[in-house]
């Protein structure tokens, strides 16, 4: 036989913790070793040997070939045009999302005027959206981590277009609750806007990259009050909500241009698909990606809710579930606690804890010019929040920049307790809301850095269900209960942000740093990742 192939398989390993080289640590490692820089690579490849080999050069490799992953990929093309075009085109849905919240806190106290509901009917307004979103989170979720990222937000985006253009046209009440339940269980699927767009970035870009487009969130809120202020006492409020549905509209105009992840596409076993993806952003660029061909991946299944809550992350889920929980409920908290607060006859006496409620139930009073005004000012604190966690984020990590910002919202809510003046209220509103938008930023960084790509948008999703939860309870507290009593109100706002810091400081992972995870198969060695070998031959698995 002139010559014969015999197939080899060379593992390489290289432990970051040099007590963890003992095999039986494979089986059970918890979420504190995730965060170790532990590595593993398994090369297959035939050995090829040959009569001329033998006779006179020698056993060896007929050729070799370099290797890279997309990691390796996004390093060399770094932060350019490309990623400008995706944070625009991916800030539109941002913007859409922020303002489809944001006309909640507008809507309310009008439909109340308009139609004479009582308090709990308005509070249904709001709570029937997130209701739509428990359950479109993890819907949108799993469709973005089985048919791909792009897939799951264009179809959201679509769905939340269209119902939210039909809610402009509802006759009667209960149509209303309807559609706007529809609305909240598109607008849910947002999010995926941010795991789509992590899986471009780079390692060192993605911390920052993520917080400035929240950014578009922040545009977005304050954007709906201008057109508010505008719309809302010439046309009414049936405008206002076709209107606001702009900016998913431009979107989906320029939808066609969005590639998918070249992670997915790699999950996938679309290595082709995915190099295409990566040669393009390359090109606009102006980079060049790394000699070789790309390392395929082993496939594993996608969107498995069970995965979540296996060894390696169910103490990071349950304390980051109840940590979106908390932030979405202190959040849209404080924005519903804003026109309510404004809206009361008696600052000082609300402040001092008395009923709020008006001696009629169907009483109402109108949003005034003030009322936007004062509601401008203090949507314009998503702002400076930003900025101050775009400092803090890259430097003490993410963990305790979450923490910084639950204890500095507790903090601004204790001179509610007193009797304070409406611009004391104002700014102390402003300082709150700035530090609890901040932190939602931060977790919308750390989510998707903490989980793998095969469920990280189902993560993305669960979480952010259970932030709708938070979203859907928090109503009836801001809304109903604050008629009853000033104090019960802010003390429940105050005691979860506390346990909320709490939570965040005992993450079991910092991300910061850490290189985005393929597939759980990364984690099974210990939380080891794809690493790559300069001279590699045939097929290196992550």
């Keep these: 036989m002139d010559n014969w192939r015999k197939p080899s398989t060379i ?30 690579c398994t090369i297959a490849s035939p050995r090829i040997y040959s009569r001329t080999n033998e006779s006179g050069s ?6 070799t070939e370099e290797t890279f992953t997309v990691d390796d990929a996004l390093e060399a093309i770094g932060y350019g045009k490309f990623q400008w075009k995706l944070s625009l085109l991916t800030g539109l849905s941002w913007i859409g999302d922020a303002m489809e919240m944001m006309i909640l806190s507008i809507l309310s106290p009008q439909l109340h005027c308009e139609w004479r509901l009582p308090s709990y009917q308005v509070a249904m307004i709001t709570a029937v959206v997130f209701v739509g979103m428990c359950f479109g989170s993890p819907t ?28 402009a046209f509802a006759p009667v009440y209960g149509w209303l609750l309807f559609l706007r339940g529809l609305v909240g269980f598109g607008i849910s699927g947002a999010p995926q806007a941010v795991t789509m767009y992590s899986e471009f970035l780079p390692v060192k870009a993605r911390g920052t990259c993520i917080m400035l487009i929240a950014v578009f969130w922040a545009i977005g809120a304050v954007f709906e009050v201008l057109l508010a202020l505008w719309i809302m006492p010439t046309l009414g409020w049936r405008w206002l909500l ?4 702009i900016p998913m509209a431009i979107f989906l105009c ?7 992840s070249p992670r997915f596409d790699r999950l996938m076993g679309k290595t082709e698909k995915a190099m295409a993806t990566l040669t393009r952003i390359a090109k606009e660029n102006g980079k060049e990606l790394p000699k070789g061909k790309m390392a395929a991946c082993k496939k594993n299944d996608r969107g498995r809710l069970k995965d979540l809550f296996s060894p ?14 908390v932030n979405a409920f202190s959040y849209y908290g404080i924005v519903l606690l804003t026109t309510e607060l404004f809206q009361s006859k008696d600052l000082c006496e609300t402040t001092q804890g008395a009923k709020i409620e008006p001696n009629c139930s169907l009483e109402c009073k109108y949003l005034t010019s003030a009322d936007y005004k004062d509601l401008l000012w203090t949507s314009l604190a998503e702002f400076p929040g930003l900025l101050v966690i775009l400092l803090l984020v890259d430097r003490i990590g993410r963990k305790k920049s979450l923490a910084v910002c639950f204890f500095m919202f507790s903090l601004c809510c204790l001179p509610l307790y007193a009797c304070i003046g409406r611009l004391a209220l104002t700014i102390f509103i402003f300082i709150a809301r700035a530090f609890i938008s901040g932190g939602y930023q931060v977790v919308f960084v750390y989510t998707p850095e903490v989980f793998p790509t095969e469920n990280r948008a189902l993560a993305m999703g669960t979480c952010s269900a259970m932030a709708r939860v938070g979203s859907l309870i928090t109503p009836f507290v801001a809304q109903v209960l604050l008629r009853s009593s ?39 060695a210990g ?16």
Excluded at 147 to 153: A, D, E, F, I, S
Excluded at 242 to 245: F, P, R
Excluded at 534 to 542: D, E, L, V
């Design 11 to 40: 593992s390489y390993k290289r432990w970051g913790n040099p007590e963890l080289r003992d095999e039986a640590n494979f089986s059970a490692q918890n979420d504190e070793i995730q965060g170790t820089d532990n590595e593993i």
């Design 58 to 63: 020698g056993p060896g490799f007929d050729q």
């Design 140 to 167: 949108w979720g799993n469709m973005a981590d089985n048919y791909g990222r792009k897939v799951g937000l264009t179809f959201c985006m679509c769905w939340t277009l269209y119902f939210g253009m039909l809610s």
């Design 242 to 245: 076709g209107l606001s549905t």
């Design 254 to 260: 320029f939808c066609f241009w969005l590639p998918e």
């Design 312 to 325: 390696q992350y169910w103490r990071t889920t349950l304390l980051l579930c109840f940590i979106w929980f």
């Design 486 to 524: 000033v104090y019960l109100t802010l003390s429940i706002y105050l005691c979860c942000s506390l346990l909320a810091g709490i939570a965040s400081l005992i993450l079991p992972i910092e991300t910061l740093g850490r290189g985005l995870q393929e597939s759980s198969l990364d984690q099974e």
């Design 527 to 542: 939380g080891q990742t794809t690493t790559t070998i300069p001279r590699s031959y045939g097929t290196a698995s992550c």
